[in-house]
Structure formats: C-alpha cells, structure tokens
C-alpha cells in the first residue's frame, strides 16, 4: 500500500535487506546441506518489528530485479511494512548472507552482498522524499555506512533531514566487523551519534564507540554513549538485560526476561530496538520501554530466523504478564 501522506508514517528507515540462508541443524557451517531462506537485515527486522506492533513504518532501501527480491518485497509487503520506497535496482543483485544456527556462541557467517543492490543505496533515494521529514522518528545502523560511500551519504543525508524537521532519531550502533576495521568504524559512528537523539548498542560497541576503558561498566558505556551527543544511550546486555540513562542522567538497569531455551540469537538487537521504539512513541517511559525490549529480544531469541520472533504487541503483553503476575497456562 502506498503511503499518500508522509505524515501516516510514524517510523522511517532504510538500509539493506538481505536473503539469509540458514543451516538447518546446529552443525558447523561446512557440514550444513540444508538450509532454509529468510528475510533479513538489521533496519527490515526493526520494520517489521514495528509494524508487527501496529506502527505504521516505510522502509527505504534497494533489492536485486531477481527471485531474492522479489522474495523480500513480498515478505516486507506482507507484514505491512510500506515498500513503496524500497526500488528494484537492475544493475546489481540482491544481497545474501549464508549463516550457521548456533543457540550459544558466535556463528560464521558469510556475506554476499559486495557490490548487491541495496550497497548502492544513495542520496537519491532520500533527497526529496519528504518521508524523512515528516516520519516521527527515524531509525538507521551503523551497518549501512559500511556498505558503500553513497550508502554512507545516504544515511548522513536522511539523519540531517529528519533532525532539521525536529523528528526523534535513533542509531542502533551494530558494528558488523566482516564489513569494515574498528579503526574506519569508530569516527563515523561517533559522527552519528552526535546527530542522534537514541543510541544503542551492545556492550562491547558502546565501549568502543563510547572511548571508555575496557573494565568500565555498563553504566559508565551508557554515559559514555549519551556524553556523544544523544539524550538517551542504551547498552543492550542479551541475557543480563539493558541499561538505559536518560535525558536526566539517570541510570536505568532492567533484567531480562528468562529463557529456557535459545533457538537463534540472531536478531535479537532489532527485536529490541523495534519495541524499545514502539514503547517511546507510545509515550511510555525509559524503563518501561526497556522492560518491553528486553520481552521482545527475547522472544526473537526463542524463533529460528531474524523476524520469526518478532511480537505483536498481545504477544508481548502476554509475555510481560507472564513474567509477574498468575496468569492462565493458556495464556503463556
Ligand atoms: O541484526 C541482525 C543482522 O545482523 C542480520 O539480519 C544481517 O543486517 C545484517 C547484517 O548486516 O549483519
């Protein structure tokens, strides 16, 4: 469905969708014979993520005019998202990332997205569009600035327009080290930070983005994150939950929700992100909005594949309930 008005939109964001081909079986991925296709993408799992919780969200970026693509466009199509800004390059494939399924551990993955259609996402794509501008909030990672110098002006272009128009923008740090050196990573992602109003990332990203020392805490990574210039800094810790400080300067520490069992950790940040967002434009608070991110991490964490976790928002709730209070077996 094509959006008419820019203003139906309450969340924009762009970057690359890929095809993910996953292993099957928890086997290394040299053994794997079988493998089975999802979508994926840090920005299109938060997409989805968002929709899935009724928010009304427009993804910008490329595809491939082949099979991958098409696959994409449909699947972002089908769970709502608006694709209408999502264009079919001829001049250069689909991306694909080929991974192993682990519950513990990191996994190997391999790109194959060198020179694919959504690295050649530029400032075309967002030059113009008035999505940038009147989406309540924006929402970009540190992944596309990796993949090519007009994807990286792609980027910088859609933060400047959606900060001058006074919307919330936030930047989930994701380094991906397969693309780029910690040493080209840093200073651009420290640039956008300073532009951003919400920052996110994992422990280890928010201490290397952040400049603090290696023993620091999660506390001390989510000032550093804010000391960069954003209101809020976020350090996301997987099992041992999230810390947040706000525009106050307030630290906030929530725990997780506990999982018997990990399916695929994959994912697991943008399902976080997506209801970290959602619960903002709800206008609920930090910790809240925390607590809701964490529920949704985990519910990603608990499904094969990046987005087949991802919580409607009754889901979500059930879950939350489900936590604290005595609620039917039905229900759980
Ligand atoms: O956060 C999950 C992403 O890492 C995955 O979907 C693929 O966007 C991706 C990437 O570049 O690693």
């Not at 422990?203 to 603090?212: H, K, M, N, Q």
């Not at 209070?325 to 039905?330: F, H």
């Amino acid at each position: 469905m094509a959006i008419q008005e820019p203003g139906d939109v309450d969340v924009v964001t762009l970057g690359e969708c890929l095809v993910s081909l996953v292993a099957d079986s928890t086997v290394p991925l040299a053994s794997a014979d079988h493998l089975t296709r999802f979508i994926a993408g840090a920005e299109a799992n938060v997409a989805v993520g968002l929709s899935r919780q009724g928010k009304r969200v427009a993804f910008v970026g490329r595809v491939g005019a082949d099979g991958f693509g098409r696959a994409i466009l449909r699947g972002l199509r089908g769970e709502g998202v608006d694709v209408s800004r999502l264009s079919t390059d001829p001049g250069a494939p689909t991306g694909v990332m080929v991974r192993e399924l682990r519950g513990l551990g990191p996994s190997e993955v391999i790109y194959l997205r060198r020179g694919s259609a959504g690295s050649r996402l530029s400032p075309e794509d967002v030059a113009g569009d008035e999505v940038f501008t009147r989406a309540r909030w924006l929402h970009a990672t540190g992944i596309t600035p990796a993949l090519s110098g007009s994807a990286a002006e792609a980027i910088d272009l859609a933060i400047d327009r959606a900060h001058a128009a006074g919307r919330t923008v936030s930047l989930d740090l994701n380094l991906r080290r397969k693309l780029w050196t910690d040493e080209q990573a840093v200073p651009v992602l420290r640039e956008l930070c300073s532009h951003a109003d919400v920052v996110l990332g994992s422990f280890d990203e928010a201490r290397l983005v952040a400049g603090v020392a290696a023993d620091s805490s999660p506390e001390d990574a989510a000032r550093g994150l804010r000391a960069l210039g954003p209101s809020v800094g976020i350090v996301k810790l997987g099992e041992d939950g999230a810390v947040g400080v706000g525009p106050d300067g307030a630290v906030i520490s929530r725990p997780a929700l506990s999982l018997s069992h990990v399916a695929d950790p994959v994912g697991a940040g943008d399902g976080f992100c997506a209801a970290f967002i959602a619960a903002r434009l709800d206008g609920l608070d930090i910790a809240t909005s925390l607590d809701r991110a964490n529920a949704a991490g985990a519910s990603v964490v608990a499904a094969i594949g990046d987005m087949t976790g991802l919580p409607t928002t009754d889901e979500l709730d059930r879950l939350l309930a489900a936590r604290t209070a005595d609620v039917p077996d039905t229900l759980r």
